[in-house]
């Protein structure tokens, strides 16, 4: 339900400001560059299969690879990779073929979907980083996949140890599986406050803090984020709309794009994107006597699903709860262009959404875009559409 | 029309032209007996589909790159889909309608064609309804997404199989326990047992089919080279559909003997030969017809298809019939560029084509709905042009004819061939 007769508020959040100009610095944020200046080595990672705590134990910082934060031309992408990549491994491309990347001295990707597993394959080639690693990551979720898995993430270890000749102990993977689920707990406390009727935060500045999440050591991540929640808890911001909305599809992580959506009435409580809930929801779960590398491959496979993932359903099912818990009226769809696991995807995912009665805009995009334009007229519509409803 | 007939419609026509076309071949005495062996092939595979639920039998739909070795040892019909949308595009000409229901599904034009299309011909019911649907990651996103959409369209349960990316003794491994999780899926679904000992003689057949691609691809080297240019996709169909199966071994001794003939009498496809191509990914099946007329007109010949034609040297074993039909799926030439990272074996393997084959240029067919193959377009161009091969790279759809017009890609190549004039 939205709530109508009292406004929106929004008083300034001083940490919520220090996310963003980490973001601001991006890709060579100011606490990267602290890292290195340190000694410590920073790895770029390319999607939610790879284990961060891995290289995190190691005493390197992991860096999420991500392209331009805006929709650019892309001609060193389209001129390596060809057009018919999705504009957001094009866009990471560009930024490696023009020394952007420069700063990492690892890359690791998972063989997740063809246009990551190619945007592995031409970094290798074309721009190059000292350390260079791929983890099959399964399909599925059976006990085999997982024993697969496992074996992955062990290998990604040992090649690791190999590089930086030296062990990770056991205690340095439970610690970072401790600083990690902190994170994770704390963005769920985030989210929460999304279910709000008037939740304090927007769609727009809780991807700000998630972009920040990537490009900054955890410990400092999770001091910051505590410190933007009790300003949340203090100010009483509340944010209103003309209908709940949720966000689902590929990659995206320009709060632009939200706040465009946000600015024409609609009310952004929830997504299900790599860069939101899908890179969060789930905690590494240490069982007794289980060895912490078991638990950590347990919960990557194991995490909230991506479209790449088989049976469909446990991702439909996921986005189906969401729904739920977060009120959500209606659900925009963005898919990229030639992103193929999301847009096989759609026809299913549109007649599971029918079924429970939430309607489903579907907006074809490039990555990093603002949404403007044909998008504003489309979620215009939308909105009117799902305001209809409600009368 | 009756919808059973209805469902068949596509499948029949197919056979029509098949037989046609064998029939023709058989009249022709300078027709290659090997023509005649394929086009009985075809027909014959799609005939037992056609007939199949009146048989009794089970019909398993497949993506491509499956081991359909094993749903001929448990005696149930395959249904190869991207081959079927394939052949419709080849035998019955544009494919609109298909391809315009797959849209209405809200299936983007972004998604490989293929599958765009058969999807559409599921909704629209021209084919068979397959009793279960079988799909991998082997080899990209389409063939890991496309399943399950097919599984709603016609009600039917499916199995995926998980191909690991990269190889390892544990992902070997993982292979052959999804094989036999699939055995056990088909055997309740279908009622049908595996026959192992079949297997076996199919994996003994497998091995020496192989070998058979092998020096075939050898023959090809001679110069003039024999093979002409339709032949490769008759190359790729008869593994696709045929597996290990008496009628392509048959196929492929008598062509390898026919080739072997020409090369003896020193006779090529062409006469006389110009142009040695390389030829990667595949031409628009709409435009087999002017590859095989713009060779004869200007003397050229694809001699070698890396990404398709070229399998690695390794043994099967039918004493391991599961291990072997895992083992093959990494025998396969699309696996060296197409599946797993991207290694330095694979742009090796481009030069040594290039120098062993003799050739003088390389078209790259940039099927737009094939994303991970044109990710190769630029780094493959880089690599030959250090060899000084030069690369036309064209752009295309596989089914769609009305993407790029036929007048358009003849200028294409026709600019390219003088180019290699001038060279
Ligand atoms: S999931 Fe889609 S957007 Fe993300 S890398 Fe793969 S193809 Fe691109
Ligand atoms: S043509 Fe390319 S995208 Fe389509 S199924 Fe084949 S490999 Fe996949």
Redesign the pocket.
Known sequence: MVIKDKPSTSVPLPTLERFRQVNYAFPKTEQILEHQRQGGKVFGW??TYVPEEIMHAAGILPVRVTGYSQEMELEDGNAYMYIN?????RSCLQMGLRGEYQFLDGMVAGS?????RR?FDLWQYYIKTPFAHMLTIPRKFTEKAHDLYYQQVVQFQEHLEEFLGQQIADEQLRHSIEVFNRARALLRQLYELRKADAPPISGAETMEVLNASFRMPKELFNQWLEKLLAELGRTGNRHQGRARLMVVG??MNNPEFVKSIEAQGGLMVADEL?TSTRYWSDPVVLEEGQSPVAAISRRYLNNFP???MVPSDERFNRILNLVKDFKVDGVISQ??R?????AHDLPLLRDRLKEVGVPVLALDVE?GTSGSGQIQTRVQAFLEMLEARKR | MTASEARSSRISAIIRACRIITRMSQANPDAPKSDVLYYKMLSDYYTRLLNAHDEGKFIAAHTVFFPSEILYAMDIVPMHTETTTWMMALFLGGQAEILSAGAELGLVPEICSPHRGLAGAFSLGVLPRPDAMLWSNLIC?NTAKSGELVMELNKCPGFFLDHPFQRSEAEDKYLVSELEDMIHFLEEKSGRMMDWDKLSDIVARMDYQTELFREIGELRKAVPSPFPNRGFLQLLTVDYLCPGQPEAIAYLETLRDELAEMVRQGKGAVSPERFRLMTLFVPPMYLMGLMEKLGHEYGVVSVVEPLFTRWAESRLDPSKPLESVARKAAMIPERRSMYGPLGQEALQDLIDCAEQYKVDGAVYWAFMGC?HTCATVKLFKDVLNEVDVPVLTIDCDIVDPTINSEEEIRGKLEQFFELLEDR
Not at chain 1, 85 to 89: D, G, K, T, V
Not at chain 1, 112 to 116: R, V
Request: glycine content about 4%; overall charge neutral; proline content about 3%.
């Open positions: 390319l999607c990549n999705c504009s957001f491994s997740t979907c063809d246009g990551a945007l590929s990659v790599c991506c479209a790449r898919i990229i030639y992103c193929v696991p999301y990555y | 996103d994303r």
